[in-house]
């Protein structure tokens, strides 16, 4: 087997005025073989579709090398090609001439460029479709065509950016089987494959090796072989159990924080997930009841409420933040402050929302300790957006600041003020 | 919020200004009398003079194209560059240019001496300055919010810039080009007509047009002639409505950037017409294709990423910064220079008096015209049915040239002796007044029927469902077309705060008159001092009230 793509010591950092750099991406290393497709696996934020960039070449990494058939990387190469999330095709352009665009870019003759794309387009099932704009095609139709405008320059490396996630559960399937289809039939003309993906069953379905990567800064915690046969069943036993694994370990980093002076201090700058406290309240009740009775395995429980691990990751460790639940072992199990939570009444549980933002929620509780503070009991948004923005990039910041105050306004902790961007204590009783 | 960078902007367009108006006045003295072609209001001679002010109309439409084509990129490409050039065109945006054609009359009259070559160029100089700004900046936001997906596809394909830009860039670009090119049409209908005749001083010029026509036909009362002249121009603007906008409109709204197909709306019969004729096809598929393969050339590199990550270049940063404001501080010495030479502070504080009755004129007119055509706007665009046949009469109606509608207020407040402070202010919002109307209209047809069901259910009625249900709804398109509006009636109030009929004139308390009848003294001092002060109550007017009105309406109306 022959290496096509190498990526050594990588490190993607973005520079801060104020402070120090934002590490997105800190010592990873990438070797893709010929004949193989490797899944980048991590929640959102993780750095993977960073680094799938780095490795398109869109990205220049701040420290580290990549080389690409031996050679060191500088910008987009000929023989790599990507497939977009959110399909990425010109409305302007016709099917036909959405895939042609990477030939002319190569300067290939008008022609050939025709003959080529016309066999991607009917490889790929789009017979047909020719002079059909994107608009009137559906999600699935429209991810074929962002597909077969890849396979059509003949890459050697073919960079699929959560190609299946913008679809639904019935055409994310149908498109996987073909696509792995097409790939055991050795009918695709590429060599490699580079999948980004949140999905653990579908990792697990496609990819010969998965990365497993951690959040903040991204690393690749793990590295797994799938050694099944295509094509796969997702009910065999060991498929199941290799998922169950992936789950684990992807949990496992999640120690429960204890609220000491010392993790008080650093936790004002943990980034918080905006999950909404309906949905919250929502899988307390649902943990609570049968057959669950407090302790869900993760798997079973994302399947049962036809989440993704990505969308429900966020809301179990939301739960463990505020002292609800915990997580261990791809198990999450409710705590007495949990159980308490799902039979109490409205007014209650507002009351333990709002005690556990003030002890488990160091942001919460600078932010209510200022108000309580201020004469007028207001203050602007803007200082504490500064100080996370001081830790994580500005979206995390504003989703960290939008969390908080979803909670908070749930509790009657404090309210908000969008037109001033400021907090305030108004419409809050005094007694929360 | 007014920043440095905007008056930076604001001084280097009075520089320019001051530059123009000297040259101007440099090249006026030797000026020989033109060997013309005689003008006469016989009726017969309209078709030609029509086809003449079309053709001055779509070469100034060209250079506004070059233009947005270069300016606009350059801005976008290079962050420095685009420091000052963005805040310069929005200066010039505000800038009532009506007040400076003797200027640039005198100054192409200079390069062509005794030629109808000099007033040509002249007259395409001044349309091309009422078009070419809006459409820039259109095409400058237009390539800033490129989608980032689709610039991500064309670098990873390897497009070379030169692709990148006409397969990606210009056609995301193209509905708001157009939409602008169409506004900018509108305005230039109005500069033309301007243009073509040119008093200053003792010297006047006319140039073969409609617009020469009608000012022949004032000097010689004759009414019969300027309403021969309307029915020309609307001839005129109907079929260049439906030969080419209605078109061009519904063709470029295959670029809009949407991923779901919306409603599909009948082609314009014109557009019916190219599209299904077999031979206008074929040549219209040639030109795609030679289109296609220049626009296809590797001209260029493909992108690389920089190398380390893009750190700023202090040491440039600060040459540039110096650079421009050295630029400035002998620009602010030049002006100060050319102005004190023969104006003092009353000067000033008569401009700024002027300009503030001019201003409530403005804001008057503003007001009334939003009590008249809000109501009206809002029950038309409620009912699908008449605001589809309105909607293209009222963008006609403010493509229309309302200076040619002039006269026969004029002749009324004439012969009643009328008072002039008065009456002639409705000719301001005359052409202007329709930009409020047809984006209220568009505002009200697209209020979400939930909304309006939900309103009604609850029996909301009367004043409340103004108030609460509608008005809110509508205000962020009231506001854009209270924008143009009212920017168009400033420079309307050059020509419409001075009138004349024969032998008689007619000048109303203004900015505007005030840069009129310097004009006609030759009093480039005062012209400059006028238009620069009028520039900045349209930018301030801008700045401090709509832009803060827009930016609340809209955060105000809309979910999410």
Same mark, same amino acid.
């Given at each position: 087997?022959?290496?096509l793509?190498?990526v050594?010591?990588?490190r993607?950092?973005?520079?801060?005025?104020?402070?120090?750099?934002?590490?997105?991406?800190?010592?990873?290393?990438l070797?893709?073989?010929e004949?193989?497709?490797?899944?980048?696996?991590?929640?959102?934020g993780?750095g993977?579709?960073?680094?799938?960039?780095?490795?398109?070449?869109?990205l =220049?990494?701040?420290?580290g090398e990549?080389?690409?058939?031996?050679?060191?990387?500088?910008?987009?190469?000929?023989?790599?090609?990507?497939?977009?999330?959110?399909?990425?095709?010109?409305?302007?352009?016709?099917?036909? *001439?959405?895939?042609?665009?990477?030939?002319e870019?190569?300067?290939?003759?008008?022609?050939?460029?025709?003959?080529?794309?016309?066999?991607?387009?009917?490889l790929?099932?789009?017979?047909?479709?020719?002079?059909?704009?994107?608009?009137?095609?559906?999600?699935g139709?429209?991810?074929?065509?962002?597909?077969?405008r890849? #396979?059509?320059?003949?890459?050697?490396?073919l960079?699929?950016?959560?190609?299946?996630?913008?679809?639904?559960?019935?055409?994310?399937?149908?498109?996987?089987?073909?696509?792995?289809d097409?790939?055991? *039939?050795?009918?695709?003309?590429?060599k490699?494959?580079?999948?980004?993906?949140?999905?653990?069953?579908?990792?697990?379905?496609?990819?010969?090796?998965?990365?497993?990567?951690?959040s903040?800064?991204?690393?690749?915690?793990h590295?797994?072989?799938?050694?099944?046969?295509h094509?796969?069943?997702?009910l065999?036993p060991?498929?199941?159990?290799?998922?169950d694994?992936i789950y684990?370990?992807?949990?496992?980093?999640?120690?429960?924080s204890?609220p000491?002076?010392a993790a008080?201090?650093?936790g004002f700058?943990?980034?918080?997930?905006?999950?909404?406290t309906?949905?919250?309240?929502?899988?307390?009740?649902?943990?609570?009841a049968?057959?669950y009775?407090g302790?869900?395995?993760?798997?079973?429980?994302a399947?049962?409420?036809? @989440?993704?691990?990505?969308?429900l990751l966020?809301?179990?460790?939301? #739960?463990?933040?505020?002292?609800?639940? &915990?997580?261990?072992?791809?198990? @999450?199990?409710?705590?007495?402050?949990?159980?308490?939570?799902?039979?109490a009444? %409205?007014?209650?549980?507002?009351a333990?929302?709002?005690?556990?933002l003030?002890?488990?929620?160091?942001?919460?509780?600078?932010?209510?300790?200022?108000?309580?503070?201020r004469?007028?009991?207001?203050?602007?948004?803007?200082?504490?957006?500064?100080?996370? *923005?001081?830790h994580?990039s500005?979206?995390y910041?504003?989703?960290?600041?939008?969390?908080?105050?979803? $909670?908070?306004?749930?509790?009657?902790?404090?309210?908000f003020d &969008?037109?001033?961007?400021?907090?305030?204590l108004?419409?809050?009783?005094?007694? !929360? | 919020?007014?920043?440095?960078?905007?008056?930076?902007?604001?001084?280097?367009? !009075?520089i320019?200004l001051v530059?123009?108006?000297?040259a101007?006045?440099?090249t006026?003295?030797p000026? *020989?009398?033109?060997?013309?072609?005689?003008?006469?209001?016989?009726p017969?001679?309209?078709?030609?003079?029509?086809l003449?002010?079309?053709?001055r109309?779509?070469a100034?439409l060209a250079c506004?194209?070059?233009? =947005?084509f270069?300016?606009?990129?350059?801005?976008?490409?290079?962050?420095?560059?685009?420091?000052?050039?963005?805040p310069v065109?929005?200066?010039?945006?505000?800038v009532?240019?009506?007040g400076?054609l003797?200027?640039?009359?005198?100054?192409f009259m200079? #390069?062509f001496?005794?030629?109808?070559?000099?007033?040509?160029?002249?007259?395409?100089?001044?349309i091309?300055?009422s078009?070419?700004?809006n %459409?820039?900046?259109?095409?400058?936001?237009?390539?800033?919010?490129?989608?980032?997906?689709?610039d991500?596809?064309t670098?990873g394909?390897?497009?070379?810039?030169?692709?990148?830009?006409?397969?990606?860039?210009?056609?995301?670009a %193209?509905?708001g080009l157009?939409?602008?090119?169409?506004?900018?049409?509108?305005?230039?209908?109005?500069?033309?007509?301007?243009?073509?005749?040119?008093?200053?001083?003792e /010297?006047?010029?006319?140039?073969?047009?409609?617009g020469?026509y009608?000012?022949? !036909?004032?000097?010689?009362?004759?009414?019969?002639?300027?309403?021969?002249a309307?029915?020309?121009?609307?001839?005129?603007i109907l079929?260049?409505?439906?030969?080419l906008?209605r078109?061009?409109?519904? $063709?470029?709204?295959?670029?809009?950037?949407?991923?779901?197909?919306?409603?599909? =709306?009948?082609d314009? $019969?014109?557009?019916?017409?190219?599209?299904?004729?077999?031979?206008?096809?074929?040549?219209?598929?040639?030109?795609?294709?030679?289109?296609?393969?220049?626009?296809?050339?590797?001209?260029?590199?493909?992108?690389t990423?920089?190398t380390?990550?893009?750190?700023r270049?202090?040491?440039?940063d600060?040459?540039?910064?110096?650079?421009?404001?050295?630029? #400035?501080g002998?620009?602010?010495?030049?002006?100060?220079?050319?102005?004190?030479?023969?104006?003092?502070w009353?000067d000033?504080?008569d401009?700024?008096?002027?300009g503030?009755?001019?201003?409530?004129?403005?804001?008057?007119?503003?007001?009334?015209?939003?009590?008249?055509?809000?109501p009206?706007?809002?029950?038309?665009?409620l009912?699908?049915?008449?605001?589809?046949?309105v909607?293209?009469?009222?963008?006609?109606?403010?493509a229309?040239p309302?200076?040619?509608?002039f006269?026969?207020?004029v002749?009324?407040?004439?012969?009643?002796h009328?008072?002039?402070?008065i009456w002639?202010?409705?000719l301001?919002?005359?052409?202007t007044?329709w930009?409020i109307?047809f984006?209220?209209i568009?505002g009200?047809?697209?209020?979400?029927?939930d909304?309006?069901?939900?309103?009604?259910?609850f029996?909301?009625?009367? $004043?409340?469902?103004?108030?609460?249900?509608?008005?809110p709804?509508?205000?962020?398109?009231?506001?854009?077309?209270?924008? =143009?509006a009212s920017?168009?009636?400033?420079?309307?109030?050059i020509?419409?705060?001075?009138?004349?009929?024969?032998? /008689?004139?007619?000048?109303?308390h203004?900015?505007?008159?005030y840069?009129?009848?310097?004009?006609?003294?030759?009093?480039?001092?005062?012209?400059?001092?006028?238009v620069?002060?009028?520039?900045?109550?349209v930018?301030?007017m801008n700045?401090?009230?709509?832009?803060?009105?827009?930016?609340?309406?809209?955060r105000?109306?809309?979910?999410?």
């Amino acid at each position: 087997m022959q290496e096509l793509m190498s990526v050594r010591g990588c490190r993607q950092a973005y520079h801060k005025d104020s402070n120090a750099d934002l590490v997105v991406l800190d010592d990873v290393n990438l070797s893709l073989q010929e004949g193989e497709i490797v899944g980048l696996l991590g929640r959102s934020g993780s750095g993977k579709s960073t680094l799938l960039r780095i490795v398109a070449g869109l990205l =220049t990494p701040t420290a580290g090398e990549v080389t690409w058939h031996g050679k060191a990387l500088r910008g987009p190469a000929e023989g790599v090609a990507m497939v977009f999330q959110s399909f990425a095709l010109f409305p302007w352009l016709t099917v036909q *001439e959405n895939v042609e665009l990477g030939l002319e870019a190569q300067g290939v003759g008008r022609a050939e460029r025709e003959r080529r794309a016309e066999a991607a387009i009917d490889l790929i099932g789009l017979g047909g479709f020719e002079s059909a704009y994107p608009k009137e095609l559906s999600g699935g139709m429209r991810q074929r065509v962002g597909l077969a405008r890849a #396979l059509v320059v003949h890459p050697d490396l073919l960079l699929m950016d959560e190609p299946f996630s913008a679809l639904d559960v019935l055409t994310a399937e149908t498109l996987r089987t073909d696509l792995i289809d097409l790939w055991i *039939e050795r009918k695709l003309p590429v060599k490699s494959i580079l999948i980004v993906t949140h999905n653990i069953e579908e990792a697990v379905l496609l990819c010969d090796r998965i990365l497993v990567f951690s959040s903040n800064p991204g690393r690749v915690a793990h590295e797994l072989q799938v050694g099944f046969a295509h094509p796969r069943n997702r009910l065999d036993p060991a498929f199941r159990k290799q998922v169950d694994d992936i789950y684990a370990l992807m949990t496992r980093r999640a120690v429960p924080s204890t609220p000491t002076a010392a993790a008080a201090d650093t936790g004002f700058a943990t980034p918080l997930h905006a999950v909404s406290t309906n949905l919250l309240a929502g899988l307390i009740e649902t943990l609570a009841a049968a057959p669950y009775d407090g302790k869900a395995d993760l798997p079973a429980l994302a399947g049962a409420l036809q @989440l993704e691990a990505d969308e429900l990751l966020p809301m179990g460790e939301t #739960l463990q933040t505020l002292g609800f639940g &915990d997580i261990a072992e791809g198990d @999450l199990h409710l705590t007495d402050p949990g159980r308490h939570f799902a039979h109490a009444d %409205m007014d209650t549980r507002k009351a333990l929302f709002a005690h556990a933002l003030r002890t488990r929620v160091p942001l919460a509780r600078a932010i209510r300790k200022t108000l309580d503070e201020r004469w007028n009991h207001r203050s602007a948004a803007v200082r504490f957006r500064d100080e996370l *923005e001081d830790h994580m990039s500005p979206d995390y910041a504003e989703e960290t600041l939008q969390a908080v105050i979803g $909670w908070a306004r749930y509790a009657e902790l404090f309210s908000f003020d &969008d037109e001033a961007d400021q907090f305030t204590l108004e419409d809050i009783d005094a007694a !929360a | 919020m007014p920043n440095l960078w905007d008056i930076a902007a604001i001084l280097a367009v !009075a520089i320019l200004l001051v530059a123009i108006a000297q040259a101007g006045r440099g090249t006026l003295v030797p000026l *020989e009398q033109l060997d013309q072609p005689a003008i006469t209001l016989d009726p017969w001679r309209l078709p030609e003079f029509a086809l003449r002010t079309t053709l001055r109309m779509f070469a100034a439409l060209a250079c506004s194209l070059l233009f =947005t084509f270069t300016y606009a990129p350059l801005a976008a490409k290079s962050r420095r560059a685009g420091l000052i050039m963005i805040p310069v065109l929005d200066v010039l945006q505000s800038v009532p240019i009506l007040g400076f054609l003797t200027f640039t009359t005198a100054f192409f009259m200079g #390069l062509f001496p005794g030629r109808v070559m000099g007033l040509e160029l002249a007259a395409i100089f001044a349309i091309f300055t009422s078009q070419a700004w809006n %459409m820039a900046f259109s095409f400058y936001q237009s390539l800033t919010t490129v989608p980032a997906d689709l610039d991500e596809a064309t670098r990873g394909f390897r497009l070379t810039g030169w692709q990148r830009f006409w397969r990606l860039e210009v056609p995301f670009a %193209m509905p708001g080009l157009v939409w602008n090119t169409m506004l900018s049409m509108s305005a230039g209908w109005f500069f033309v007509v301007a243009s073509e005749a040119i008093t200053l001083g003792e /010297t006047s010029w006319k140039l073969p047009g409609i617009g020469a026509y009608v000012a022949l !036909a004032l000097e010689k009362r004759d009414i019969g002639a300027v309403f021969w002249a309307i029915g020309a121009m609307l001839a005129v603007i109907l079929a260049y409505d439906q030969l080419l906008f209605r078109p061009l409109v519904a $063709w470029s709204t295959k670029f809009r950037f949407e991923t779901t197909a919306s409603a599909q =709306t009948d082609d314009p $019969w014109m557009l019916a017409l190219l599209r299904r004729t077999h031979l206008l096809r074929q040549g219209g598929d040639g030109i795609g294709r030679a289109f296609t393969w220049v626009t296809g050339l590797r001209l260029g590199r493909p992108f690389t990423p920089p190398t380390k990550a893009a750190r700023r270049n202090w040491l440039g940063d600060a040459l540039f910064g110096t650079l421009v404001a050295a630029a #400035l501080g002998w620009a602010l010495w030049q002006i100060w220079g050319y102005v004190t030479a023969e104006l003092g502070w009353t000067d000033l504080l008569d401009a700024i008096l002027l300009g503030a009755i001019t201003l409530l004129r403005v804001v008057v007119l503003m007001a009334l015209a939003a009590i008249i055509w809000v109501p009206i706007g809002v029950w038309l665009g409620l009912r699908p049915a008449w605001a589809q046949r309105v909607q293209p009469v009222a963008q006609f109606l403010a493509a229309f040239p309302a200076n040619l509608l002039f006269p026969p207020f004029v002749v009324v407040i004439v012969a009643f002796h009328l008072n002039v402070d008065i009456w002639l202010t409705p000719l301001m919002v005359l052409g202007t007044q329709w930009y409020i109307l047809f984006n209220v209209i568009a505002g009200a047809s697209a209020f979400p029927g939930d909304l309006r069901e939900a309103a009604q259910l609850f029996r909301v009625g009367g $004043w409340l469902w103004w108030r609460k249900v509608i008005l809110p709804g509508v205000v962020p398109y009231f506001v854009t077309g209270a924008i =143009t509006a009212s920017g168009g009636s400033w420079n309307a109030s050059i020509v419409a705060e001075v009138a004349s009929w024969g032998d /008689t004139k007619l000048a109303a308390h203004g900015l505007g008159a005030y840069i009129a009848q310097a004009t006609d003294a030759g009093n480039f001092q005062r012209v400059v001092l006028g238009v620069v002060v009028m520039a900045l109550y349209v930018l301030a007017m801008n700045r401090l009230i709509w832009r803060p009105l827009y930016a609340f309406a809209s955060r105000r109306t809309t979910l999410g």
